[in-house]
């Protein structure tokens, strides 16, 4: 039996660890103003608002076209640590978008987040979705059934070293872009070759070193060191251990449609 993958989020066995919990649709844009990034230095006078969430880091959202991560689209990170020396740099933004009856999405993380770290950064555990695909077609079938479903308000997702058309890619892009949901796609440095419809790619040299590769408005950037004290550490041992508590909810029995 085939099952849409929003099907599967409301679906009470989903979750393991706790009781029925069933979340209703939520949109990005309801969320607070104060999470939209500002303009006002527009030749006109005017204020305008970039669609875009805030990355707590000053320094690369002065980098960034959008002020912040944009919110419509595919932000694809190139690194070779398979997004774990990422992760703290999109903290913030999970942080930002926690709590409002959504869920953040792990597409085939290939470590299981540790839990008491994300609590601990505020984030809301049981607005956590953990989905093991079978194969390379289910993981971008779950990240489009992900950013379609109307109840996600951010999507993460490991492609790791395997080769994705553009096609494919593209695809993901335009859910991404339609639903104004930012679909975040850790992949390794082989990417760095191949052409990409992502609005956002930067790649991770190092912790703390952020560098623009493409963006709207076509502004690189060199590499941008991102401070010591704001908002981010070293990355916990933690965050790599496989011994979680079964709070975080998983899921791999579907099928994607025919």
């Known amino acids: ?30 969320q607070s103003p104060a999470l939209l990034c500002r303009d006002a230095t527009a030749a006109n006078g005017d204020a305008h608002t970039f669609s875009g969430v805030r ?12 002020r912040g991560w944009p919110l419509g689209g595919c932000i694809e990170v190139i690194g070779d640590q398979c997004g774990l020396d990422a992760m703290g740099v999109f903290m913030p933004m999970m942080k930002a978008l926690s709590g409002q009856g959504c869920w953040q999405v792990f597409i085939d993380p290939p470590y299981t987040p540790y839990a ?21 077609d289910e993981v971008l079938w779950s990240i489009e059934q992900a950013l379609r479903s109307n109840t996600c308000n951010t999507v993460f997702a490991w492609l790791g070293a395997t080769d994705y ?34 609005s956002l790619r930067i790649q991770i040299d190092g912790y703390r070193q952020v560098k623009i590769i493409k963006q709207r408005g076509g502004r690189q950037s060199p590499a941008i060191p991102l401070p010591m004290d704001e908002m981010l550490s070293d990355i916990p041992p933690e965050w790599t251990s496989m011994d979680i508590p079964a709070t975080l909810p998983a899921h791999s029995d579907y099928q994607p449609s025919a």
């Open 165 to 198: 058309r553009y096609a494919e890619l593209r695809k993901i892009q335009l859910a991404a872009a339609s639903q104004g949901i930012p679909a975040v796609l850790f992949r390794s440095s082989d990417a760095l070759a191949q052409s990409s419809p992502a």
């Open 55 to 66: 990355t707590g880091f000053d320094v690369l959202d002065a980098q960034l076209y959008n």
């Open 116 to 136: 008491p770290l994300l609590a601990g950064e505020g984030i809301d555990l049981q607005e956590i979705m953990l989905v093991h695909p079978r194969s390379r």
């Open 1 to 30: 039996m085939n099952y849409l993958l929003e099907d599967i989020f409301r679906r009470a066995d989903t979750w393991q660890g706790m009781g029925q919990h069933v979340r209703g649709p939520s949109r990005i844009g309801q």
